[in-house]
């Protein structure tokens, strides 16, 4: 795994690359970093090339200007691809990583060839969209109560994990975690009736005791894609990459082997 870096117009781009092959981006959550995805790095470089980019204001990618909202960061990651110079890529992305994914699938669909939302939100209801706007204007304000949302992650036997990603969330730029909370806060909806018309295959994971990014938000947005398929993993919430990372990566090796076009299916 080399750290690498990408000059932009508007600022540095830091990502982990490893591998050869088919590109693979992986997209994080918010106050997570690249290094959220090891575990589904080191399995999938053996096939494919890996890029797992650090989000504006995350792992010391600059952060972008203004306000910016879930589109903003959408283009952002447009521009990287286009940079990288990937052609058409798999895009995967974790929580926020998977409302960046799935608007690259729905605006940029000449980048994605196929694209996967692990622990994705989906149309909120009131109350819960309510709670992650409360948190939104705390992190907005300086407040960083990580121990809230370490409680809906982790489980008790899980503590070198949850220590870890208390690590990461206590070592990110501010700035940069509140702009992209606040970006998530109001995402969920955005591009939330693009589904039917994208038409790549689409994998919706999520853990079944996620509640804020719930199975059946999972197994709507599946039903909801030409070519999507729902996977729920018993027994895990919301960092299911790390926790469960094996059947992660399983379910993200299967869905890289479904045929990216219609003619690719006849030829297989």
Known sequence: MTLKTLRLSEGCVFYTEAGSGEPLVLLHGVGMSDQAWRPQIAALQRRYRVIALNMPGHGGTDLLPGTPDLPDYV????????????????????????????????????????????????????????????????LAKGANDVETPLARWFDADQQDLRAQVAGWLRAVNPAGYAAAYRAFAGGDATYADAWPQ???????????????????????????????????IEGHRHMVNLTAPEAVTAALAHWLTEPATATEGLRA
């Open 75 to 138: 283009a952002w990651a447009a521009r990287v691809l286009r940079a990288l110079g990937l052609g058409m890529a798999n895009v995967a992305g974790h929580s926020m990583g998977a409302l960046i994914a799935t608007g690259l699938a729905a605006r940029h669909p000449d980048l994605v060839r196929r694209v996967a939302v692990l622990n994705g939100v989906y149309r909120r209801s009131p109350e819960a969209r309510a709670a992650v706007m409360a948190r939104a204007d705390a």
């Open 198 to 232: 994208i038409s790549c295959p689409m994998l919706a994971l999520t853990g079944a005791l996620d509640a804020n990014s719930s199975p059946a938000m999972a197994q709507a947005m599946a039903a909801a894609a030409p070519r999507g398929r729902a996977v729920v």
